[in-house]
């Protein structure tokens, strides 16, 4: 599975918006590229194939994307910036990435206590990257951004 949120809502949908407004995220914004730990090494993975990827550090060649994300980290963990543990993986409860994935999990009752932390973490989110007091477009783009997803 691909750690990088290019694949969420908020690329999908939201980004547009950000782009025409001209708005730079905060440095402290989580979902700013800059601030994936995974990014070097997902933008060295090269997919040829269905059955093919290939890592864009050394070239070597793999079946699946999961022994690719095995290599990175038993080769080039070196080039992991975990100096802040930012992996934008762990927002994917915020930013709905299952309704993005390739796959369908089983359906499951919804846990009350995981929607409140993902409520909260998505309001987090808003406010570090979209402050309201930050003008027009931030409070726009904050709006976008809280709306429902439909």
């Not at 975990?82 to 993005?100: E, F, I, K, P, V």
């Not at 796959?103 to 846990?111: A, D, E, L, M, R």
């Amino acid at each position: 599975m691909t750690l990088l949120v290019k694949h969420s809502l908020f690329m999908q949908y939201l980004m547009p918006f950000v782009e025409k407004e001209k708005y730079e995220l905060p440095s402290k914004c989580r979902l700013r590229p800059e601030n994936d730990m995974f990014r070097e090494q997902e933008q060295h993975k090269i997919h040829f194939d269905v059955n093919e990827w290939r890592c864009g550090f050394c070239k070597k060649s793999f079946r699946a994307e999961k022994f690719i994300d095995q290599h990175f980290a038993n080769r080039h963990s070196n080039l992991l910036d975990n100096s802040q543990g930012r992996c934008l993986a762990d927002l994917c409860g915020a930013l709905h990435c299952d309704l993005t994935m390739e796959f369908k999990k089983p359906k499951s009752k919804c846990n009350a206590a995981a929607a409140a932390r993902n409520r909260h973490l998505c309001e987090s989110l808003a406010d570090s990257c979209f402050p309201v007091n930050q003008g027009h477009s931030a409070s726009r783009l904050h709006g976008i951004f809280l709306a429902p997803i439909l």
